[in-house]
């Protein structure tokens, strides 16, 4: 059972006990990414998630990557368009060990200027790494065609230009205005008491209250086309069409019709492009959801030769599934596909730690297993053709890293 608490500060922690496991996992989850910066500080969300492993006033570095390595558990992070996190998972025994190092990275890291420096480099490199691997940087290119100038269009690590921009300064600016207690959420799973939450809000306790919530700007879709010539071996191509936000009602049937497009080795797509014809390797489809607005992505490599045959087979595919929806049987495996695979998702503790962080910071509720259970066994075959009828009659956009650069024939 998830239980809620929140401190006088308005930091909300949620606490999932359980008592059959060894391991806890403890995640702090910001209401910030990329989404909520401007365009002159694009990347500092993920810069500054770098930058809280290079130091604090007590702990270099190495010594924080050895407080954790030296009792066997592990601590990471990551960043989004919408959230930050920065999470570790130990033994029960080291609960208490992996908050203290996790709260010294969060209140006292140094952002001393020459380990700054020495991150940028660090960065720059892995912007680079992502240019050099076409079939990341084509869903990257998605985005811009898809939001433009809107900062959910903004790249997750930002440019080499803005990289170079960031001081100390502009970091601590930063967490002033983002990383306050009412938005924050400290997510728990593991075999601990409800004594150990009391420590986490008494170390937590300083954490100051924020100004309240951000006003946000919900983007328009545009249907652009982004077509880049690079030396490849494959032609990397992508669809993007208009989702659902996080909490529409609809958010099951388009999940579901996701699957039967894309979503799995059964998928209409996976089967007519890899299985029958061997256009691909790698064909798939999946959707994305933010506060106010999402999108279905379609993504295929394949050889420039057949970059024609293959796009004409994807809006055909497509086609048919907004003019005839899902097959009864498409449905019901969809359905038991669904079920399992997030029944499976929740064996681990880090597993309901980040769905329980995500949820009360994004949505600020929690769905028990059998709700969500239901809400997905209602799902019927009108459902899913309104829902189809939805997403594939407006237009789409396109993104295209290929040796030509050229549009295949049919787009128009």
């Not at 080499?160 to 997510?187: C, P, R």
């Not at 004409?312 to 969809?334: A, F, H, P, W």
């Not at 994004?362 to 899913?384: C, F, N, P, Q, Y």
Request: proline share 2%; net charge negative; glycine share 8%.
């Amino acid at each position: 059972m998830i239980k809620r608490f929140i401190g006088d500060n308005g930091l909300r922690i949620v606490f999932e006990p359980n008592k059959t496991v060894r391991s806890v996992a403890i995640g702090i989850w910001i209401g910030t990414g990329s989404r909520f910066e401007s365009k002159q500080e694009n990347g500092v969300s993920h810069f500054l998630e770098h930058m809280f492993f290079k130091g604090t006033k007590s702990r270099t570095a190495q010594q924080i990557a050895e407080s954790f390595d030296s009792i066997g558990g592990h601590v990471n992070a990551f960043t989004s368009k919408e959230y930050t996190c920065y999470y570790s998972k130990v033994l029960d025994n080291h609960a208490k060990h992996a908050v203290d190092v996790l709260a010294d990275m969060y209140f006292h890291s140094t952002f001393d200027k020459n380990e700054l420096d020495k991150e940028k480099g660090v960065v720059l490199e892995e912007i680079k790494m992502y240019e050099d691997t076409p079939d990341d940087i084509v869903h990257d290119l998605l985005s811009k065609a898809s939001f433009g100038d809107h900062p959910l269009g903004y790249p997750i690590l930002g440019t080499e230009e803005t990289l170079s921009q960031f001081s100390s300064q502009s970091l601590i600016n930063y967490m002033e205005q983002y990383y306050n207690a009412d938005n924050v959420v400290i997510s728990i799973c593991g075999n601990v008491s409800e004594g150990f939450v009391e420590y986490v809000q008494e170390v937590f306790s300083k954490m100051k209250k924020g100004s309240g919530s951000k006003t946000l700007v919900k983007p328009s879709f545009n249907s652009d086309r982004i077509a880049r010539k690079k030396d490849t071996e494959q032609a990397h191509l992508c669809l993007g069409f208009e989702g659902f936000p996080l909490s529409d009602e609809q958010i099951y049937s388009l999940i579901l019709l996701n699957n039967t497009l894309g979503g799995s080795m059964s998928s209409r797509l996976f089967q007519e492009v890899r299985e029958k014809r061997g256009l691909a390797y790698s064909v798939f489809s999946y959707h994305s959801s933010f506060h106010d607005t999402g999108m279905l992505t379609v993504y295929t490599g394949t050889a420039q030769k057949h970059l024609d045959q293959l796009f004409e087979i994807l809006m055909d595919t497509i086609g048919k599934m907004r003019d005839s929806g899902m097959t009864e049987k498409e449905l019901t495996n969809g359905k038991e596909q669904l079920k399992g695979s997030l029944m499976l998702g929740l064996e681990s503790t880090n597993s309901r730690m980040s769905r329980n962080g995500k949820n009360e910071l994004l949505l600020g509720r929690h769905r028990s297993l059998d709700e969500i259970i239901d809400a997905i066994d209602k799902v019927t075959l009108d459902m899913i053709q309104d829902t189809s009828e939805k997403i594939f009659s407006q237009d789409y956009s396109l993104t295209l890293i290929s040796p030509d650069g050229k549009l295949p024939k049919g787009v128009h």
